[in-house]
């Protein structure tokens, strides 16, 4: 949902949205026809697809699905269009992410796909932390790549273990906390304890400050936490989040899918809007394969 809201205006600036668009709330036509989603979601469809197929994780098998569910009108990222061209052409799954940019790939492809591994794994935490490294290595190796990926499908896990019925709310700070304590990196750690004093503090900071703080770029450093703050600042609503997420520009549909996997996680499939369901694009893969793709994840987990 947050990759087609956001693919009309991934690239545009928060005050530009603002400007020409007010404020999204819907769905609209962008280089895509409305409705559409992008890359985000079709190597999301193929990592679900995967893990289903292979009840687990196969890097052999998950590379030959993204590769066989490749359409390269949905926009790619660069090295992520590289590394499936690679192993296409024989080279080895667990080899062709590690040399790219000299050191692995930072960008937030692994971070923006990998909310099948904290659904399945929601409570298996040590289980849900490997699964999401060895997936983010197929195409993603470097260590800000990676650790991204990790810290997203933690925060899907913990918000999918949330019973809103019986607790009422998210506990924000114990969220943030918990995912303080799984990040190794600087960079994230950082930028966590702003979340957590954003979340915690006086609500004196505009916009404009909190993408300064966090950023909105396509690295998963500059997008993670921006989506996990857009998250726990609008936790009431599956709405409200996704839309709050898309409108602070930049990487816009990444950081909408990103923020719409938490706000899924917590709020289930009655949370999503009528409309925007009704929207989104329903082609082979799409919407209705996506929901029975949700509906075989939890088949996996329990049986
Ligand atoms: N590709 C797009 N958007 C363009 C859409 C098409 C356009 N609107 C149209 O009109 O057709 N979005 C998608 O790409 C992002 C995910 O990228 P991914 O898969 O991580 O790719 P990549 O190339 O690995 O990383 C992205 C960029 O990050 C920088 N970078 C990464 N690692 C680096 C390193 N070690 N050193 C220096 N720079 C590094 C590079 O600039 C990469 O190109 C999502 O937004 C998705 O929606
Ligand atoms: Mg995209
Ligand atoms: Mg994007």
């Given at each position: 949902?947050?990759?087609?809201?956001?693919?009309?205006v991934e690239g545009m600036p928060h005050n530009e949205i603002e400007q020409v668009y007010?404020?999204?709330?819907?769905?609209?036509?962008?280089?895509?026809?409305?409705?559409?989603?992008?890359?985000?979601?079709?190597?999301?469809?193929?990592?679900?697809?995967?893990?289903?197929?292979?009840?687990?994780?196969?890097?052999?098998?998950?590379?030959?699905?993204?590769?066989?569910?490749?359409?390269?009108?949905r926009g790619y990222g660069p090295g992520t269009i590289r590394v499936l061209n690679n192993?296409?052409?024989?080279?080895?799954?667990?080899?062709?992410?590690?040399?790219?940019?000299?050191?692995?790939?930072?960008?937030?492809?692994?971070?923006?796909?990998?909310?099948?591994?904290?659904?399945?794994?929601?409570?298996?935490?040590?289980?849900?932390?490997?699964?999401?490294?060895?997936?983010?290595?197929?195409?993603?190796?470097?260590?800000?790549?990676?650790?991204?990926?990790?810290?997203?499908?933690?925060?899907?896990?913990?918000?999918?273990?949330?019973?809103?019925?019986?607790?009422?709310?998210?506990?924000?700070?114990?969220?943030?906390?918990?995912?303080?304590?799984?990040?190794?990196?600087?960079?994230?750690?950082?930028?966590?304890?702003?979340?957590?004093?954003?979340?915690?503090?006086?609500?004196?900071?505009?916009?404009?400050?909190?993408?300064?703080?966090?950023?909105v770029g396509v690295q998963a450093h500059k997008s993670v936490p921006m989506a996990i703050?857009?998250?726990?600042?609008?936790?009431?609503?599956?709405?409200?989040?996704?839309?709050?997420?898309?409108?602070?520009?930049?990487?816009?549909?990444?950081?909408?899918?990103?923020?719409?996997?938490?706000?899924?996680?917590?709020?289930?499939?009655?949370?999503?809007?009528?409309?925007?369901?009704?929207?989104?694009?329903?082609?082979?893969?799409?919407?209705?394969?996506?929901?029975?793709?949700?509906?075989?994840?939890?088949?996996?987990?329990?049986?």
């Amino acid at each position: 949902m947050g990759d087609a809201l956001g693919m009309p205006v991934e690239g545009m600036p928060h005050n530009e949205i603002e400007q020409v668009y007010g404020s999204i709330k819907n769905m609209m036509d962008g280089w895509l026809p409305k409705g559409s989603y992008t890359d985000d979601t079709q190597l999301m469809i193929g990592l679900a697809e995967s893990l289903i197929e292979c009840r687990g994780f196969s890097g052999a098998h998950m590379s030959r699905q993204f590769i066989s569910n490749f359409e390269p009108h949905r926009g790619y990222g660069p090295g992520t269009i590289r590394v499936l061209n690679n192993v296409k052409e024989g080279q080895g799954w667990h080899e062709a992410a590690s040399h790219l940019y000299g050191g692995g790939s930072y960008g937030n492809g692994a971070a923006m796909r990998i909310a099948p591994v904290g659904i399945l794994y929601y409570d298996q935490p040590e289980k849900l932390k490997q699964v999401a490294e060895v997936t983010s290595r197929i195409t993603h190796a470097h260590p800000l790549g990676v650790e991204g990926a990790v810290l997203q499908a933690t925060a899907v896990g913990l918000a999918a273990n949330v019973d809103l019925i019986e607790s009422g709310t998210l506990n924000k700070i114990d969220f943030i906390e918990q995912l303080i304590a799984v990040s190794t990196l600087d960079e994230y750690q950082t930028k966590l304890d702003m979340i957590k004093s954003f979340i915690t503090g006086p609500k004196n900071h505009t916009n404009n400050d909190i993408i300064s703080a966090l950023g909105v770029g396509v690295q998963a450093h500059k997008s993670v936490p921006m989506a996990i703050y857009c998250f726990l600042e609008k936790c009431g609503s599956y709405r409200d989040a996704v839309c709050y997420a898309v409108n602070m520009g930049g990487d816009t549909d990444t950081i909408g899918a990103m923020t719409g996997a938490l706000a899924g996680a917590l709020h289930g499939v009655r949370g999503i809007p009528e409309e925007w369901l009704e929207d989104l694009e329903n082609s082979q893969k799409g919407r209705d394969h996506i929901m029975k793709l949700g509906e075989d994840l939890y088949d996996l987990h329990i049986n």
